[in-house]
């Protein structure tokens, strides 16, 4: 953020200070994302907020329309998010209810996973309970597209090197083209795209606080599932994810969610969802550090490859696929 973006900022929490007793001083950074936008925390003398969140989103890079409409949607249906107190659209300066700061990645253990899990597939439930056609931009054959593409040109070309053969070509072409249709072929819902233990605070009522959903879509039914336990910052053993999944499966099918009568379809559909999402993740997180010089995510690479290559090894039509994605490896892994 410029200095000249921090001295609006100012400005603008300054005239709102009669309404919630701002203490400016106290103003400083929350968090960051991997976006344009910023968070900041200030303190209030309002006994009701004791605490508030500022976000900065530059209007030019990132419309406050899609997190105002996404925050509505789902606050509708009854999830814990933001909620929003006072906007500025032109400047793109929202002031939003503070979730707190413990992230379910901070938290998260052998002994309080399966809590925390629990809350996080009702929360899960309850938003695609409330699924509408046409309300979200579709998940549709050229996103998804767009996102595998970032596989081959950020992480294998620019990040690595490696230019593929005409048959790795083709064989990368055919995989893309067998995921994709595995991903259109679900059934389709609200889709928060970042559903992880980053995105989820842990709150004392209606647990979790959900954010960072701007970017929500409609669209294949595993997206979030996958995105949550096959999370690109923690790992469990697969076991416990098995078992995880076939709860959020019991749990939708109970409620009417349009899942398969068989769990082990609806194991694969979420195995083929989140190598869609793995490959993209691999061309976004090199993006981050060669576009943007964010080399932060670097190290969550090999968690997201092991992901990637032992979904690929455990179907045939795949294999191809796995031996490009094991030719990345680090020697001497």
């Given at each position: 953020m410029t200095d000249a973006r921090l001295d609006t900022l100012r400005t603008w929490l300054k005239g709102l200070n009669p309404s919630w007793q701002l203490d400016l001083p106290t103003l400083a950074p929350a968090s960051a994302d991997a976006s344009f936008r910023r968070y900041f925390r200030i303190e209030s003398k309002n006994p009701d907020f004791p605490t508030l969140i500022v976000m900065d989103a530059p209007p030019q890079h990132e419309p406050l329309d899609s997190f105002i409409k996404v925050d509505l949607?789902?606050?509708?249906?009854?999830?814990?998010?933001p909620k929003i107190l006072e906007t500025s659209i032109e400047e793109g300066f929202l002031l939003l209810n503070d979730l707190g700061n413990k992230t379910y990645l901070a938290e998260l253990n052998d002994g309080s996973a399966d809590h925390l899990y629990r809350d996080a597939t009702h929360a899960l439930v309850q938003m695609q309970l409330a699924s509408k056609p046409n309300i979200l931009p579709k998940y549709d054959e050229a996103l998804l597209q767009r996102e595998l593409d970032l596989f081959p040109e950020w992480y294998l070309q620019k990040h690595?090197?490696?230019?593929?053969?005409?048959?790795?070509?083709?064989?990368?072409?055919?995989?893309?083209?067998?995921?994709?249709?595995?991903?259109?072929?679900?059934?389709?819902?609200?889709?928060?795209?970042?559903?992880?233990?980053?995105n989820l605070m842990v709150t004392s009522r209606n647990n979790p606080?959900?954010?960072?959903?701007?970017?929500?879509?409609?669209?294949?039914?595993?997206?979030?599932?996958?995105?949550?336990?096959?999370?690109?910052?923690?790992?469990?053993?697969?076991?416990?994810v098995i078992d995880w999944v076939i709860k959020f499966w019991e749990e939708g099918r109970k409620v009417g969610l349009p899942m398969p009568n068989d769990f082990g379809q609806f194991y694969r559909d979420f195995e083929w969802m989140g190598l869609q999402r793995h490959l993209k993740i691999l061309g976004i997180f090199a993006r981050l550090f060669h576009r943007d010089g964010k080399d932060g995510?670097?190290?969550?690479?090999?968690?997201?490859?092991?992901?990637?290559?032992?979904?690929?090894?455990?179907?045939?039509?795949?294999?191809?696929?796995?031996?490009?994605?094991?030719?990345t490896r680090p020697t001497g892994d």
């Open positions: 949607l789902l606050q509708d249906a009854g999830l814990n998010v690595l090197h490696i230019e593929l053969t005409e048959l790795q070509n083709f064989q990368l072409k055919q995989a893309f083209e067998l995921i994709i249709e595995n991903n259109l072929a679900q059934e389709k819902v609200y889709v928060h795209r970042d559903y992880h233990s980053r606080g959900v954010i960072d959903f701007q970017d929500a879509v409609y669209g294949p039914i595993t997206y979030d599932a996958s995105s949550l336990w096959r999370d690109a910052y923690i790992a469990w053993p697969e076991e416990r995510y670097l190290k969550d690479i090999p968690l997201v490859l092991e992901y990637a290559i032992t979904t690929a090894n455990r179907y045939i039509e795949l294999k191809p696929l796995a031996r490009i994605l094991e030719s």
